[in-house]
Each structure stands twice: as C-alpha cells, then as structure tokens.
C-alpha cells in the first residue's frame, strides 16, 4: 500500500517555483500534497498527485529533472499525541524517518493523513498495521 | 636606491650580456644534443647541429619546445643529467590534470636563489629583513623558491605558507615581518582581514611585497599600496623555466627585468613562429642557458608579452619585459593556481553519474579568487533525498579539489540552463576585472 511521490529538482532562482507548478496546472494536474526541502542553493519539491503517470510525462516533456519514490499515507489521530504514538512505533521498530509531510486537505473526520518516506518500507507497513493506523492507498489519492 | 644582489650581471653593458649569452647558448645547445634523445631528435628533423649555434642571433634555428613535448616525456624525458644529479622535484599541473615534472641539480638550486634574491634585493630587502612567505609550500614552485631566495640574501625567513588568514595578521605583527611574499589576491585579503580585525597599518612592520603567480593591475597595486603602507612588486616565474625569479620589478616599477643571463627571451608570433623585434607584443619564449637537469630551449610559454631594452633608473641593463597581457589558450590563473576547464570536464566525466555541462564562475570576493563550478544536474544524480544529492556534490567537489589543487564550490542547476554558444557550451565565466 504505497503512494507514488514525485520529486523535482527546482534550482533556486526566481520565478521557478512557478513555472514548475505551472506546468502542472497546465496539464491539469492536481496536487494532493506537497513539500519542500530546500538548501542554499536547490530545493526538491516534492508532490503527491491524482494523475502521477500523466504529471512525471509533461514534467520530463518540460526538462525538469525528476525521480519517483515510494512513501506511504499514514493517518493519525487528529489529537495530542497523534503523532508521537506512530513516530514512537517506527522508533521501537528501527524505522527511520527520511522526512514527513501533510496533505493539504482534510480527508477523514477525526484524522490527519501524513506522507512519511522511511528507511525501511516493507517493515514500516506491517508496524504501523499493527499499531492500527489506517493507510491510504493510490486510488484512495486519485479519487479525494 | 635599492640594491643589487649580483651587480656584474644586472648592470652589464649590453654586448658583455650578449657574449655570455652566446657562450652559455652553444654550451646548452651541444649539452641538450648530446644528453637528451628529444632534442636531438627535434634538431636532426630541423637540420640544425650543436655547430650552426654559435651565437644568441642563431637562436631562431632552433625548434621550439611546446608545452606538449613536456606531456609527452613525463615525467623524466626531458632531464638532461642523470637522477643522481638531480637534488629537487617540482611539478605544475597540465590541461589534462596530468602533472608537469620538473628538476634541479644543486647548481639549479644556487642559479635559482640567486635569480630571486635579486628580486628581493631590488625590492629593498637586506639581510636585516623579515620575510613572511604566504606562497604555498610543496610541488608548487611560489614556496620554496622564495623561501630559499630570501635565506640566500640573509634575510630571517618566516615560513608561513597558505590559509589561517588572521593567524598570519598575529605573525606579521608578533614576528616583526618587514617583507612578504604572496599572490597580489591573496595581500589584498589579508589588508582587508586586518581592516576587520581592527589592526592599521601602523600596527605591522611590513614595508615591501614581492607580489606574483597570478594577472594583477596596476589598480591592484594602488590599493594594496593604500592599506598595508608597503610597496609592492611584482615578480614572474614559471615551474617549466625554474620558479618565480625569471623576473622581477625594480623601483621604478615599470616591467620586470628579465635575469636574461639565465634565460634569453624571444617574443614571437603564435601564429607563425616569427621572431618579433622589442617593442611588439607576441608571445614570450624562453631558453635557459645555465640551467643543468631541466633546460628549456625555446619553450612557448604562451605569455603575451613585449621585451623593452631601454635605460633604466635603477641602473640595470636587464631587458624589461612588460606585464602579460593575456594568455594565448584558455588557462585561468586562481589564487596563483592553473586551472584549464578541461580538468573539470575529465573530472566529470570519469566521475560517469554526472552530466558534462559545467560552467567555471571565476570571481574575487573580499579580493580572493573564487571558484564555483556549476554543473547541470542529471537524472542519475537526483534523488528524493537532500542528503543523497550533497554527498554526491561533496564527490565531485573533493574530485575537482584534488585535480585542481583549489578549493571550488560546486552548484547543481537545471538541465539545459548553461549559456550555450552556437551549440557549444560556455565554458569560463571570468568576472574579475581584467
Ligand atoms: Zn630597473
């Protein structure tokens, strides 16, 4: 039960940023979530979208340098603590965090869905079975 | 009036100079002939044999001798003593990041500190001097050369060698420096450094610069002159000919006399190999005429150049040479380092998971040469993962350092954001003043 995550290169000057998103818009593309990391000279934006197929073909039509990843959609418990009791299960498991973000919208009453990227993704699914954490898969992206 | 360090050959009246020349020319020329297959080799095609020299005006018979040739031979082809002789290695580094060898004999070594301690002496050093060598230490020349030059005149030598700028600024101040030795770039950085650090001028002892290795200007100067209160000269060398003494600057501070005793030079025209009379630019070529383990017979030094033989104040009848205008290929001087852009490129391309489109941004940023080397990102470089991508720019950059010999810093861009001219990709971006 993974997601497809796109990462772009975005060198950093003005006015990229936009015309990456751009493109996207062009193609119709719609962005589930969405972060940055950046350093002092690049950044990786990195996406989950509903067409991943369609979006990796325009963005590589468009020059962009691009890769894919496996992450998982982990929802938590929308309550103090959510978060810390999956991070705690990772933790006890050996499972590193590469880095995490939040979607956007608000997809389940009570819950708060994050993309992780781990270390160890196999493992990490089970644990977080386990732990009774409720996952997202690709279609339940496409259709939200 | 500053002094001369060996008077009988600085002051010598021109047809002595020519004598000597012509003696020491025959004397290498039959030496080179008879001890070296290259030149033979290179004389035999050209029809000329040690007899046909017999004086400097049969100096244009000779073939010259390319930097290639020095490729070709590594590293001892062009030795024209045994290794027993030989008493030091130098190296330089070549366009294809292959080193340039080159060697001494102890006589090598006496003709060398001799060469620079005239600098120094014209200069104004004595033996009562302190003299701060902020010239690297090692395979390049800059170092020991002048370290031993300074020692030869008498001077108490402070061997600092590079980096730690405000560790140097305590020694100037701590050890009493009174000279210095350093790339023009690199003095500038160290009058700013002390500006920051709250020291004037009036704070240092420092009243003389022998300043080299690198292009500077005439503003360059100025400036250096303003903030450290020293006077500053400039001096010319090059690994292949012997190291930093080949010539130097006098008080009036107008060319540097060629120490034309050790090295008779010629300016030609690149494109046709024509000898060129005083007073026309072209590109300078030298042929040492006392040099044992490694005489250079008219090597192409690809220095643009004009040689000026006119009375000068000081009192020397060495030819002046007056300042390089430009190189005659595409080699960069940083921080008193050659750097030819094809290093990068076969630096990139043997390290395989990167593209082959880069770009050197040459500048000088608090009056030291910088270095960024930005290179278009490929596909097999990116990954999700900031720390993936930094570990690999840390390869290419530990890779370029190591090839190089300078630090450089490497920024990853977008495909197909380089300049290109008609195609082809442009290479140096140079934005020091010229
Ligand atoms: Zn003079």
Known sequence: ?144 | MAGYWEKKYECAPLHEMKALQSFRLSQTVRRVYENVPHYRKRMDEAGVKPEDITSVKDLYKLPFTYKQDLRDTYPYGLFAVGMDKVVRLHASSGTTGKQIVVGYTENDITVWKDCCARALAAAGCTNEDFMHVSYGYGLFTGGLGMHYGAEHLGMTVIPVSVGNTKRQITIIQDFGSTAICATPSYMLHLAETMEEMGISKDDIKLKVGILGAEPWTEEMRQQIQEKTGIKAYDIYGLSEIIGPGVAFECSEQTGMHINEDHFIPEIIDPDTGEVLPDGVQGELVFTCITKEAFPLIRYRTRDIAMLKREKCSCGRTLVKMMKPAGRSDDMLIIRGVNVFPSQVESVLLQLGNTSPYYQLIVDRVNNTDTLEIQVEISPEMFSDTVKSIETQEKVIKDAVESTLGIAATIKLVEPKTLQRFEGKAVRVIDKRKK
């Open chain 1, 1 to 144: 039960m993974f997601v497809k995550q796109i990462s772009i290169f975005v060198e950093n000057k003005p006015g990229r940023l936009m015309s990456v998103t751009k493109v996207l818009k062009e193609g119709n593309i719609d962005i589930k979530a969405l972060s940055i990391a950046d350093t002092k000279d690049f950044g990786i934006l990195r996406i989950i979208v509903n067409d991943t197929q369609k979006a990796l073909e325009i963005l590589k039509k468009a020059d962009c340098t691009v890769t894919t990843t496996d992450v998982i959609a982990a929802g938590v418990e929308d309550k103090p603590g959510g978060v810390a009791d999956m991070m705690q299960a990772l933790y006890e498991n050996q499972i590193s965090v590469e880095y995490m973000y939040a979607f956007a919208k608000k997809i389940e009453e009570k819950k708060a869905f994050a993309i992780l990227r781990l270390d160890n993704n196999e493992k990490a699914l089970k644990v977080l079975a386990d732990n009774g954490i409720k996952l997202l898969s690709a279609e339940d992206i496409t259709t939200l």
